[in-house]
């Protein structure tokens, strides 16, 4: 006669069922992203990312436990963000890029980033197909992300889609932003060096002199420069003026000419015909190595740390003030205050935060 159990009891072993197979599931997972082949890895790797990117709650407890297995083996690759307007020439110049590191004998890895739409929600994710010989390279990989409504250029989990790639071993990630203007500058809060991709005529020295984005790039790349030579050259002079502008703020730490400062510099290559690879690669371990020495890059990483840190708290406080019961309970009727013009959107706002805090 089969034994039944009370609802506790089931309910005790369908929990310990389900976390014997969610251990031994990041495990597996665990074990073919550091040790696995080319292809399983590549498996493992967007399997992986995949759980990073979910929102269901129990996917989010696997992903933590997965991203604090793989914590241990991160940190040693090269984190280069690769911003700029739409139409610059990022992907091209990726490609380029990838393919000669490759040839140096790195291992790369591609985060980028596509715009969701506000209309439907969805995105192309169609980056792949703009590079074409890195894609199908066993010894690079590429994963394309919605941004999802996050801002700032990024999706929510590129911090974390990285680490898993540092854990499979590639030694230089690069992570693709959207097309920005002047504020999407999280990616500058996550990589080792930030470059600003700028396209030749893109507009007058004011235009090379605005604040945001331009101030936080330490490498300026003016691409498309085999087009026309002499306004890649113009503009090169521009930017160059420009962020001697914007780097001097009084302080003797920011001058010029101190050699064991990395101070922004402007260079222009054509990534379609691959010329100023080299050049743009060699500025880059000009860079690592200056930061590396002064001890930046590693104050850098854990200033990045801290911020990732609040950043999630920050979303999981807005979370769970949309879920609480009381809060829940309130909005429809707030929201229709609002909408019908009888309350100020800023009382409804403090009315519910102090629900939330149990102060109404």
């Known amino acids: 006669m089969p034994v039944t159990l009370d609802q506790p009891a089931q309910a005790a072993i369908d929990s310990e069922v389900f976390s014997m197979s969610f251990k031994a599931s ?25 759980l ?43 490609e380029a890029l990838g393919l000669y590191l490759i040839g140096l004998g790195h291992r790369v890895a591609v985060l980028t980033i596509d715009p969701s739409s506000t209309v439907s929600g969805g995105s192309i994710l169609g980056d792949k197909t703009r590079m074409e010989l890195l894609s199908v390279n066993e010894k690079a990989y590429i994963r394309p992300s919605p941004s999802s409504g996050t801002l700032g250029g990024v999706a929510e989990k590129t911090r974390e889609a990285m680490l898993v790639c540092e854990a499979a ?66 503009a090169r002079a521009q930017i160059t003026s420009s962020l001697r502008l914007l780097g001097l703020h009084g302080e003797p730490g920011h001058a010029h000419h101190d050699t064991q400062i990395w101070h922004p510099q402007v260079i222009q290559l054509s990534a379609l015909l691959a010329q100023g690879v080299d050049s743009f690669w060699g500025k880059v371990l000009e860079f690592k190595a200056l930061q590396t020495t002064s001890g930046k890059l590693a104050a850098r990483r854990q200033k990045q740390a801290l911020a990732w840190m609040w950043e999630r708290i920050d979303a999981g406080l807005k979370q769970a003030f949309a879920q609480h019961p ?7 009727e707030l929201t229709q205050a609002v909408l019908e013009g009888r309350m100020a959107p800023s009382t409804a706002a403090r009315n519910m935060l102090l629900t939330h805090a149990g102060q109404a």
């Open 52 to 94: 990073l990117e979910s929102t269901r709650a129990d996917h989010r407890l696997q992903a933590d436990e997965l991203l604090t297995a793989l914590l241990p083996h991160t940190g040693n690759s090269f984190r280069l963000g690769i911003s700029g307007v739409p139409g610059v020439g990022k992907s091209t110049f990726i």
């Open 326 to 332: 009381a809060v829940k309970n309130l909005l429809p």
């Open 169 to 234: 071993g590639f030694d230089v990630v690069m992570v693709e932003t959207v097309g920005v203007g002047q504020s999407e500058t999280a990616v500058a809060n996550m990589t080792d060096m930030f470059v600003l991709m700028q396209l030749p005529n893109a507009g007058d020295d004011l235009q090379a002199i605005k604040k945001g984005v331009m101030e936080l790039a330490d490498l300026v790349v003016i691409n498309k420069a085999d087009i026309d030579p002499d306004a890649a050259t113009r």
């Open 26 to 50: 990041w495990s597996s997972l665990q074990a073919a992203i550091l040790q696995g082949e080319a292809l399983p890895q590549r498996r493992a790797i967007a399997k992986a990312i995949t």
